[in-house]
């Protein structure tokens, strides 16, 4: 059976089919199962609370309220947004004797405008500082592929991506500083977003990085993106119209994002890219010496460790024993640098801004693997800090392109060999988020979704 998406969700709800108690209560027995992951994909988990919040929407929709078609769809909040009355913990042990937050940040109160119910606070990285998805203080959910043999979900947004792929919520908000929702959905089958970084607002989510971070969402579709993206961004929820790809041009780059790449990732994006081709499109490999630039700009921790520094500074002081070691040494790279050093890389991305831009102009979107390897094994990762961390730098790379280059990206899952989770990463500059959409649901149409 195929999960459902939020159009037929809300059809189903429209129709009466289903209610939104029911929906939240199909939620609540899964995580719940302890043969599954929802203990660890969930750090807290609404209960009680969620479903007196779906009959209030039940209410509203047989009253002829309901605040939009979605409403009362179950939605997993990751651990760095504030939800008024909890502890923002962001998958860490040093922030639980906090005060909860007194206000919902505005990406989670424009969600329960629209009438979604907030299911429960998912798992992540801790201060989402990677893109694995381990996390010593709270567990790793296991990615549904091969689970017998426990690989990693990507991170940071490990606990959303789980949670829709196996249907502990049916949409998840998440963030993205350098692939933060794209690594999850391609390592977890499903699909994931990464907006202009300005689109959506940031107040009350923890932050990462200021000059990178963005908010998105994951879902099992590019429509479930799509309409979650727009009530995010505050704009209208419009039908989203699939492009035709006959005569569009995609930019494969080949400098940096098809380096190292894992033979079933290979096989499988050549496929796409071979069947994209077949639809009409013209699909152009040429180098973008601009990724070149990019490990050289971050040579000393770039923006996320200078960015995440000055937040933790203080923290690290009194409370570094407390934090997973493997995070901490991330943040102290920020130490490292002088005043001078993070004035030359924000003259650096400026630079590289503009003249990527210039080069994908002529082209409609970029084509890439979204990640370079298949889902590590945890184990294999637990005790080895060398494979750990190359394993991360793979996983993050090429969806750091486009965070530098503050551009826009969309995650699809493609036919892999041995059923393996491959992402598509469909990419644009910033500002381009609708045309996107559209070249991406085109896109995703060659694949049957």
Not at 84 to 102: D, H, I, M, R
Not at 174 to 186: E, K, L, N
Not at 243 to 253: E, I
Not at 395 to 412: K, Q, W
Request: hydrophobic content about 45%; aromatic content about 6%.
């Amino acid at each position: 059976m195929t999960a459902p998406t939020l159009a037929s969700l809300a059809a189903d709800l429209a129709a009466g089919r289903t209610t939104s108690r029911a929906l939240v209560e199909a939620c609540l027995a899964r995580i719940s199962d302890p043969a599954g992951e929802g203990t660890r994909a969930f750090i807290s988990v609404a209960g009680e609370q969620v479903l007196a919040a779906a009959d209030g929407q039940d209410a509203l929709r047989r009253a002829g309220a309901a605040p939009s078609p979605f409403a009362g769809i179950p939605v997993a909040i990751k651990d760095l947004f504030d939800v008024a009355g909890e502890v923002t913990t962001s998958g860490s042990k040093v922030l639980a004797s906090n005060a909860p937050a007194t206000a919902d940040a505005t990406a989670v109160a424009r969600l329960r405008n629209a009438g979604f119910v907030v299911i429960g606070r998912s798992n992540m990285v801790e201060f989402a500082y990677s893109g694995l998805g381990l996390n010593p203080h709270y567990g790793t959910p296991k990615s549904p592929w091969k689970r017998d043999e426990g690989r990693v979900p990507g991170g940071s947004t490990s606990g959303g991506a789980v949670a829709v792929a196996d249907g502990f919520a049916h949409l998840a908000l998440g963030t993205d500083t350098g692939g933060s929702c794209r690594i999850p959905a391609a390592f977890c089958g499903i699909t994931g977003y990464k907006p202009t970084a300005s689109r959506v607002p940031q107040e009350g989510c923890l932050p990462l990085s200021q000059s990178l971070d963005s908010i998105g969402p994951l879902g099992r579709s590019v429509a479930c993106c799509a309409a979650a993206d727009a009530i995010l961004a505050g704009a209208p929820v419009t039908a989203l119209e699939p492009a035709d790809l006959s005569g569009l041009r995609f930019l494969v780059p080949a400098t940096v994002a098809l380096d190292a790449l894992d033979p079933e990732v290979a096989s499988a994006f050549e496929a796409a890219v071979a069947r994209i081709s077949k639809a009409g499109a013209r699909v152009v490999t040429a180098p973008v010496p601009e990724f070149a630039e990019i490990a050289g700009i971050n040579a000393k921790g770039g923006f996320t460790a200078a960015e995440s520094y000055a937040w933790h500074r203080a923290l690290l002081a009194e409370k570094e024993a407390e934090y997973d070691p493997r995070v901490s040494v991330r943040i102290k790279r920020g130490r490292e640098q002088e005043a001078a050093d993070y004035i030359d890389i924000l003259a650096a991305r400026r630079s590289l801004i503009a003249r990527a831009n210039a080069r994908i102009a002529p082209f409609d979107a970029l084509l890439m693997p979204t990640v370079a390897i298949l889902p590590p094994k945890i184990a294999d990762l637990a005790s080895d800090d060398a494979a750990y961390a190359k394993a991360n730098i793979l996983s993050l790379r090429n969806c750091t392109l486009v965070n530098m280059i503050d551009g826009c990206a969309i995650s699809l899952p493609i036919p892999a060999p041995g059923d393996a989770p491959v992402g598509l990463m469909v990419a644009s500059a910033g500002g381009m988020d609708a045309r996107l959409f559209a070249i991406a649901a085109g896109i995703e149409a060659q694949f049957g979704g």
